[in-house]
């Protein structure tokens, strides 16, 4: 799809990666941009339409595809991490909360959003996964399986949906310079810089973007003998 006179809405776009895409997609001539977030008043991007919008409130999903019945441009970016095992003293709590951001809330919007879509020609769906969609690290177990439920969910939706001419769109990527992981020390790709592809595989109705060396490394090894999801994480 195109992006010049496309109509977006972007969850969590108060900052981050969310931020980025919605400076993107006003310079790449986007129509009109929502940018949702818990908080509208934390939406400070001049030239965006702000929306009250908490991903994991059903009734709040539903009254914002009411309202905004003008979008072809779902990008479900909202998320959160608690830096969690599975076996820790907050596993269980930490889990339930990552899937209901991580995985329940793109779930909610693209079915709240889908004949909002259809309506507008088909348009596209983008859901920002991570390259923890494919292995998991001890410190964040929960987080990696709510990030694979959401890749699974984005494939299951592609096939939903292709009837009704929407695309489906998975980005994943390793660390970004973000606050999300401010205290993580490793190289990290730049949010503008993987909004860039982003917006560009999806004017050439691509389905998946590897945003950096990390998310290729780990894609291209996946069917290796062993596995790279068999093998140690390497700090």
Do not use: C
């Not at 980025?20 to 997609?25: D, P, Q, V, Y």
């Not at 693209?110 to 596209?124: D, I, T």
């Not at 923890?132 to 990030?147: D, F, I, Q």
């Not at 990527?173 to 595989?201: C, E, I, N």
């Amino acid at each position: 799809m195109k992006i010049k006179d496309s109509v977006a809405l972007v969850t969590g776009a108060n900052r981050g990666l969310g931020l980025a895409f919605t400076k993107a997609l006003l310079a790449g001539g986007a129509r009109k941009v929502y940018a949702a977030a818990r908080d509208p008043a934390s939406v400070k991007q001049a030239g965006v339409q702000p929306v009250r919008l908490d991903v994991t409130q059903a009734e709040q999903v539903e009254a914002a595809a009411r309202e905004l019945g003008d979008v072809n441009l779902l990008i479900n970016n909202a998320g959160i991490i608690r830096g969690s095992g599975f076996l820790t003293p907050d596993g269980l709590d930490a889990t339930r909360a990552e899937f209901e951001t991580n995985f329940f809330g793109p779930l909610l919007t693209a079915r709240a959003f889908a004949p909002v879509l259809a309506k507008n020609g088909g348009g596209a769906i983008v859901n920002v996964l991570s390259v923890l969609s494919w292995v998991s690290l001890s410190t964040s177990s929960s987080y990696s399986a709510s990030k694979a439920a959401a890749w699974s969910l984005s494939n299951g939706l592609r096939n939903e949906l292709r009837g009704q001419g929407t695309e489906v769109l998975s980005l994943h990527v390793g660390f970004m310079d973000t606050d999300m992981v401010r205290s993580v020390t490793a190289p990290k790709a730049q949010p503008d810089d993987v909004v860039k592809q982003v917006l560009a595989a999806l004017e050439d109705g691509k389905s998946e973007i590897l945003a950096d060396d990390v998310s290729r490394r780990i894609k291209q090894n996946l069917s290796a003998e062993p596995g790279i999801y068999l093998l140690p994480p390497v700090a």
